[in-house]
């Protein structure tokens, strides 16, 4: 059975940092693209970027909304993927969602929500 | 960016009756993906590549469209239903998400 599960979430500072986890389990990990995705409260989810799977490089995407301050990696041994936030931003509020890709985003998480306020 | 509108943006339906939520796209798309998200859950894939349902999915729904334009059918309304539905695009970075349509049960 296929499984996400984040961590990592909980309040922070506006300018603070923050990385969240997911934990992959039930495929072979390296094999997929991996993404993460947020959602603000009551709004359409957003896709924040990919890290692609071992045939294509671990090579990485980012939306133009979060480049340069969000870095997504992976940890292949470990069927591990993380989402490196800085300087956050209240707007950057909402819950977070790694998820896969298969033909759509076929499994996602149970979310992880981060607060960005002082 | 590509930029999904959804309509509407609210609707209800009695259980047996049919609905159709609309994606229209500001420029041409390859497909379209379809998305169901009830109250305190995460999202789940309905329709991947426009018009095929994912697993699990009654085939009660159904999706269509092509170019700029793409539908979200549900042919007889039942009360599981009732949810928020999102349409999106996978044609490009940034890959988005429409506003979503909240379908709730008459």
């Known amino acids: 059975e296929v499984k996400l599960l984040e961590s990592g979430g909980g309040l922070v500072q506006p300018g603070g940092s923050m990385r969240l986890s997911c934990a992959a389990s039930?495929?072979?990990?390296?094999?997929?693209?991996m993404y993460w995705i947020r959602q603000p409260a009551g709004k359409a989810p957003e896709w924040l970027g990919l890290?692609?799977?071992?045939?294509?490089?671990?090579?990485?995407e980012y939306n133009l909304s979060v480049k340069g301050r969000f870095t997504i990696s992976r940890d292949n041994t470990q069927n591990m993927l993380y989402l490196q936030m800085n300087t956050l931003r209240a707007e950057d509020t909402a819950t977070y969602y790694c998820?896969?890709?298969?033909?759509?985003?076929?499994?996602w998480g149970q979310g992880v929500m981060v607060t960005v306020s002082s | 960016e590509i930029v999904l509108t959804q309509s509407p943006t609210t609707t209800a339906a009695s259980p047996g009756e049919k609905v159709t939520i609309t994606c229209l796209a500001n420029?041409?798309?390859?497909?379209m993906f379809w998305y169901q998200q009830k109250s305190g859950a995460s999202p789940k894939l309905l329709i991947f590549?426009?018009?095929s349902l994912a697993s699990g999915v009654p085939d009660r729904f159904s999706g269509s469209g092509s170019g700029t334009s793409y539908s979200l059918t549900i042919n007889t309304m039942e009360a599981e239903d009732a949810a928020t539905y999102y349409c999106?695009?996978?044609?490009?970075?940034?890959?988005?998400f429409g506003a979503g349509t909240k379908l709730e049960l008459k």
């Open positions: 999106q695009q996978w044609s490009g970075n940034p890959y988005t």
């Open positions: 998820t896969r890709w298969l033909g759509g985003f076929d499994y």
């Open positions: 890290i692609r799977n071992k045939a294509n490089g671990y090579t990485t």
């Open positions: 590549s426009t018009s």
């Open positions: 420029s041409s798309v390859t497909n």
């Open positions: 039930g495929f072979t990990f390296t094999d997929f693209y």
